[in-house]
Each structure stands twice: as C-alpha cells, then as structure tokens.
C-alpha cells in the first residue's frame, strides 16, 4: 500500500494561522516530509488581491481554489487537511473526493462566532471540532465523521527562563479583547491585581488597563512565554461570557501554553475544561469574585503549587503538543 499524501491548506491570518503553522510543524515530525506539501491560502490571497485592478472577494477566492485544485492532483494527494478559516469552498471539496482524495478540516474556532462551517461541512469525511453541540448533530446528517479534538500548547522554547526575582505581575492574560474580557480584567485590577495583559486589538483599547497593556500587537509564540512567565498566574478568559452557553464553550490554546509554560491556571468553569486537561490540576471560577479569590488564594502560598506545576508541565509534554493532536489526525485517517 503506497503511502500517504498529505496536501495541507494553511490559515491566512490570526491566531488560526498560528495554530496552523503549530500544526504543520507537527506533521514534519511525525511523516516523511516529500509526502506533505504546504498551500499558503494567505500568499495566494494576497497574491491574487494585487494582481486584479478592482479585486472582488468571490474571484479571488475562487482563483484561490483553482489553484489549490491543480496543486493538489499534481502533487498526487491521497489527504487535503484544511485548517481553520481557510478559504476552501464546497465545490473544491466535491471535486477532490471524486478525485479519491480524502477530506478533512481541523475546525478550531467557535462555531458560535465562524458560521462558514455550515456551508462546507457537506464536502468533508472527516471534521475535527473543538466543540460538540450543533456540529456533532450536523455531521451526523450529512454523513461526515465527527471527530472531538482540542487545540495543544504551542512548543516554544523560550530565550531564558524568568528567576523568582524577575516575576513582576500577579496574572497574565493573552488574547484580542472582548467586552467580557475586558470586564473581567478591569474588575481584577481595580482589585489590586498586577495583571499583564497582551494581544492583537489591545493596542486600540482605551480604558483602565492602558498601564497593564505590555504588548498590544500580534504575540508570537516567545513573547507569549516570556509574558507568561513573568507572572505567577495565568488567565484563561473566553471572548464570550460562558454563563450563557457553558456546555458550548471551548477551551483556548492559551490554557495548554500556560501549563507548560510552568504558571498555576485558573480559567472558567466549563464542562470541556474538566474533559479536555482533566490530567492537570487548575482553579476554576465561575463570576469576577471567584477569580479574584483564586487568585489572592494562590499569591498567599505560591509555593504550595510548585508540586503541581511540575507534574502540570509533564502532563502537557506528554500529552497535550499538536504532535499528539496530528497522532490522532493520522491514526483515524488510516
């Protein structure tokens, strides 16, 4: 049986492009490298964007796809892997599986905020989600195989790791803001909270948190570790408040980056928190107050949770990079 060929459409931009490339690197790892071929839907749809005099959306996209098509059936792939908010339209995906390639999508947005899924489900045999709800009922409608997989920690090595006296802030936050995020973040510094807060979008935020904002552009994945690491804490918020929908809310790749980056998690008290790091030890909250008591609770005796933290970091080592998540990719796709 000859061996797979794995044809991988990238992410054009955000924090989907950086799990992308998270994602990519894990197939090197774990395939030979003459079997995987990359399609960058960013340089395509720039490319595109520039060559026309009046560029209209629908054209360029579907420039993008005839590209992608022809690319595809002269790299002779047996699997195309689209990754999130990649530009892949439905009549692409019906013309590769009648070309015998197998499709799959890693959908690792919130259904409740990217609609797209529902107009391409119909194209995949295989969805990844990082939810359930209304996508594990479509897939079984539509006949496509539904598949539970969570986001992982991004594998960054860090410059140099932080000494006890170089940790600064209480808790750090990363990721774009959201009203709800906001809110929380504004309550704990009005607290006494020395929080650090970075990410895309922060940089236009006008508010009481303007002193925290310690980098208010995209954050690649060391100057993730590094904001992480000099603070005790790190916060996983939704962009959404999850009251209204707990049993929907998914679990950021910020949570994994935390834990491996050695910092104590408190996050929101969700359902998949408990079934997704379910190996790890974290506080959970449920409103503002509960967040703030976590946290004076860990500030008291940071040194009780030293145990926890190295056995947290293991855990996430072993089980929880996007070399485990591309293993089970590989092992369900045959």
Known sequence: MSAARW????????????????????????VNHDTV???DSKVYLDAFKNMLKD???????????????VQCLAFKATHILVLALSPVTLFTLNLLREQKVATLHWFYEDFRRVAYWKDVLAGYQYFFAIQKGPI?????????????????AHETRPDRQFTQSEISK???????????????????????????VAGQGWDRYQGPLVPYVVN?????GKQSTAILQSALIGINLSFND????????????????????????????????????????????????E????????????????????????????????????QKILEITG
């Open 7 to 30: 044809f991988i459409v990238l992410s054009p931009e955000g924090a989907a492009r950086s799990t992308g490339q998270e994602t990519i690197k894990a197939f090197s790892q774990s």
């Open 37 to 39: 071929k990359i399609f």
């Open 55 to 69: 560029p209209d959306e629908a054209m360029v996209v579907d420039l993008l796809n005839h590209a992608l098509i």
């Open 136 to 152: 594990f009922d479509e897939c079984g409608r539509r006949n496509t195989r539904y598949v539970f997989l969570p986001t992982a």
């Open 170 to 196: 209480d808790a750090a936050f990363i990721g774009v803001p959201s009203a709800y995020r906001v809110r929380v973040l504004e309550f704990l510094a009005a607290q006494g909270v020395r929080v650090a």
């Open 216 to 220: 208010g552009g995209w954050i690649d």
């Open 242 to 289: 999850p009251e209204f929908d707990r049993n929907n809310t998914p679990i950021s790749p910020r949570a994994f980056d935390v834990l491996l980056s050695g910092r104590v998690l408190i996050t929101e008290e969700v359902p998949l928190v408990h079934e997704v790091i379910h190996d790890c030890s974290f506080h959970c909250f449920s409103n503002e107050t």
């Open 291 to 326: 967040a703030l008591d976590s946290i004076r609770t860990i500030l008291n005796d940071p040194q009780k949770e030293n145990e926890t933290i190295a056995k947290n970091r293991q855990v996430i080592k072993a089980r929880h990079l996007y070399v485990n998540r591309v």
